[in-house]
């Protein structure tokens, strides 16, 4: 597999979030001649949407997606609700910066509740519901589907599989997002992306641990794990996908606690190496 084009490498802010805030991540990344960026709202919040859309202008960044939006499962119709106005916003504010997609965690099992078949069709519902003002606002939607170790309280969604059922289901503007660390697992993996297609809104790359030690914040730098990543990545651009490779690291024993500049630096030459 040849190397990949380094005009492709894009970071998600979640890599260097405990240490930078989005203008110096904005402003580190495209130092170092990296022109994509998927941004989390809360640091949006933090920096403001406006002075945000600016930044991100001047400095000549693709914001490859907004993070994220979901979590649609609720007890009552008081949470859905909630959860429903807040995606709206979400799609506000992926529509300010010109985000090529809103990034959705579907969300798991409400408190107390064991239903996983009514968690889904909760997704379900959710999904179709704040697709029309996503359609409105010209932003593609973008369903992530999560390790089954996330199943019951971050996304109910675990398969591409799964994923590609609810896009064949709601039709334009929805698609997915390929992140290697919660789908390499899957012996389905390779047909699933085939038949993605054009529906594949973003790819994330980082690595995963033997052992890892926690389910949500250890993943490894590329190269460092069991994940065949320039295999997958084959597969993804065999299907048609021409974006950016995102790489998303949450490391609390590791990569927070380093300098960014080195975060990011390893990141660049990781990428030319293991992706």
């Not at 403001?48 to 119709?77: I, K, Q, W, Y």
Request: aromatic fraction near 6%; hydrophobic fraction near 45%; proline fraction near 4%.
């Amino acid at each position: 597999m040849a190397a990949p084009e380094r005009e492709k490498l894009a970071i998600n802010q979640a890599t260097t979030m405990k240490q930078w805030s989005l203008r110096e991540a904005v402003e580190g990344y495209a130092a170092r001649d990296i022109r994509g960026i998927s941004v989390w709202r809360d640091k949006l919040a933090e920096c403001g949407v406006e002075v945000a859309a600016e930044l991100l202008r001047d400095n000549g960044m693709t914001v490859t997606g907004l993070c994220r939006g979901g979590m649609f499962p609720a007890n009552d119709d008081a949470g859905r609700q909630a959860a429903h106005d807040d995606n709206r916003r979400a799609v506000d504010e992926a529509a300010a910066i010109g985000a090529q997609c809103l990034v959705m965690v579907c969300g798991g099992l409400p408190d107390g509740s064991k239903d996983m078949i009514d968690a889904r069709i909760q997704v379900a519902d959710g999904l179709e519901r704040m697709l029309h003002y996503a359609r409105e606002a010209g932003v593609p939607v973008a369903i992530e589907p999560l390790h089954p170790m996330t199943a019951a309280d971050r996304a109910c969604v675990n398969t591409l599989e799964h994923a590609l059922d609810l896009c064949d289901a709601l039709g334009e503007g929805i698609g997915v997002a390929v992140d290697v660390y919660h789908v390499w697992w899957d012996p389905k993996l390779e047909d699933q992306i085939a038949r993605a297609a054009d529906r594949i809104l973003g790819f994330h790359v980082c690595d995963w641990l033997v052992p890892t030690v926690d389910l949500v914040w250890d993943r490894g730098m590329m190269g460092d794990g069991v994940i065949d990543i320039p295999r997958i990545r084959g597969w993804v651009e065999a299907a048609g996908y021409r974006g950016f490779n995102e790489i998303e690291i949450f490391s609390e024993r590791n990569w927070w606690q380093r300098d960014p500049e080195e975060v990011v630096e390893t990141c660049i030459d990781r990428y030319a190496e293991f992706v």
